[in-house]
């Protein structure tokens, strides 16, 4: 059996080297915004030009080439040539889109117990994140809280967005009770800056031993030129400063992650499910492959508020083309529009969809019993193979099932209330998150009193800050 390969290209090879010197002319001539003496040492150590009074670092082309170099020959994780399995993954958002009101309303902690239980019924959502920001606990601690839920409740490993350097702490003494490795996403504000508590944070963790990922995010038109090769070149630059910098603090190498977006003209929104998603994904995975490691970009995404055609040609489009381009992730799933809100039935839908697309990539066998001539010789002219031993002892291997995606006729469809597919998903959501507020935890007493006592000690501090 041959899996489908991945071939699809919009670059040449000059128009590549184009993109990736105009990239390090940017870094070597413009920089960097990096606010932290600590890290601008690490950089001048190495042969970087920085500037302590503007905080910024330039990144010499004979630098920055050894360190691509380098990455090439050391880094364990390369572009694909077989399309990839895909999973979904949980970005946390702020709001939840609800299915019964129709309206967005502001994320409570109730909200991340339910989505726990959810995702144990979802296998293409390996990691359970929090669905939402809780806005009934305390800003500086909401990563705190909703990363212990989901420790001690949930079989799949999570966490979320960690927000401050408050909860940075906190959960620095979460992962050490758990014996886990701290991570963090060290994310540019584009273009070309970091905030300096991103920094603070990411190198606390990597001080720890802690991994550090990149997911620089340019924008055409709005932090990037609006044409797309002006975006995918700020969008290199801000990939390869990021690696250098992580490299320098953890001595890894973070893949080549570019999650840049177009603005839309008419609403001055980020889309998340225009066209171009697609031209980056190729172009992105192209990139990659020039450098020599892994690719991801946020493609499998959509501007649709719901799950309608709108949301499934932009998703499906746009992460086919990504991963047959040879990238391994696409972006984050139950989202609804360009980080609107998150809803459960579009994570229950977007769970069904992965798996509709992980059945192609796996391919088909071609084999003497696959083929079936005996069969086919039994059977003769008119016959039929349903209730043929062969049939039965491939169905499963041969055909995708769904309880979420119709297979009915008109007829079926009607009896059975002519639901669509959002409906479908929501009466999946409420059956199997029955009771979520009763589950059992996963985890022995004595390691959840720990946490809970992080907890306290928590709100305990933030109690301490009003006085």
């Not at 932090?223 to 990021?242: K, R």
Request: aromatic share 8%; net charge negative.
């Amino acid at each position: 059996m041959r899996k489908i390969q991945t071939s699809l290209k919009v670059l040449s090879d000059d128009e590549i080297l184009m993109i990736h010197n105009a990239s390090l002319k940017v870094l070597a001539n413009i920089g960097m915004k990096v606010p932290n003496d600590e890290v601008l040492g690490m950089c001048a150590d190495v042969g970087c030009q920085v500037d302590m009074n503007t905080k910024v670092v330039k990144f010499p082309v004979k630098v920055m080439e050894q360190f691509l170099d380098k990455m090439k020959r050391e880094s364990k994780y390369k572009i694909a040539d077989e399309a990839q399995q895909l999973s979904g993954w949980i970005s946390t958002q702020v709001t939840l889109a609800d299915y019964g009101t129709k309206q967005r309303r502001y994320g409570l902690r109730d909200d991340n117990l339910k989505i726990i239980k959810l995702v144990e019924h979802l296998k293409n959502i390996p990691v359970c994140n929090a669905a939402v920001v809780p806005s009934d606990v305390p800003y500086d601690i909401a990563d705190v809280v909703s990363i212990v839920d989901i420790q001690k409740y949930s079989t799949k490993p999570g966490g979320t967005y960690i927000l401050t350097p408050t909860g940075a702490r906190y959960v620095a003494q979460i992962n050490k009770v758990l014996g886990l490795r701290d991570g963090y996403l060290f994310e540019t504000i584009s273009p070309l800056t970091f905030k300096p508590d991103t920094v603070e944070m990411a190198l606390e963790f990597a001080k720890n031993g802690g991994g550090l990922g990149i997911a620089p995010m340019a924008m055409s038109s709005a932090t990037a030129p609006v044409t797309i090769s002006g975006t995918l070149t700020v969008e290199t630059a801000e990939v390869l400063g990021s690696s250098f910098l992580v490299h320098m603090m953890t001595g890894e190498y973070p893949g080549f992650s570019a999650s840049c977006h177009s603005i839309d003209p008419k609403t001055m929104l980020c889309s998340f499910g225009s066209p171009n998603q697609a031209l980056f994904g190729v172009a992105a995975a192209q990139m990659a492959r020039f450098y020599g490691i892994s690719g991801g970009t946020n493609t499998g995404l959509t501007d649709a508020l719901v799950p309608d055609f709108q949301g499934g040609l932009e998703k499906g489009i746009t992460a086919a083309f990504n991963s047959l381009s040879g990238s391994c992730s696409i972006g984050c799933q139950g989202i609804v529009g360009a980080d609107q809100g998150f809803s459960y039935e579009q994570l229950v839908i977007d769970n069904e969809w992965l798996d509709y697309y992980n059945y192609i990539t796996r391919g088909f066998e071609v084999s003497e019993e696959t083929i079936g001539y005996d069969v086919i010789e039994e059977v003769g002219i008119a016959g039929n193979f349903l209730g043929e031993e062969h049939t039965v002892e491939h169905l499963r291997d041969s055909y995708w099932v769904s309880d979420i995606f119709n297979r009915d006729d008109w007829s079926n469809w009607v009896a059975k209330g002519q639901k669509d597919i959002y409906d479908r998903a929501h009466e999946f959501v409420e059956r199997v998150t029955a009771g979520y507020r009763e589950m059992t935890p996963v985890l022995d007493a004595s390691l959840c009193a720990q946490l809970d006592d992080i907890v306290k000690e928590a709100y305990a501090e933030m109690e301490s800050r009003k006085s």
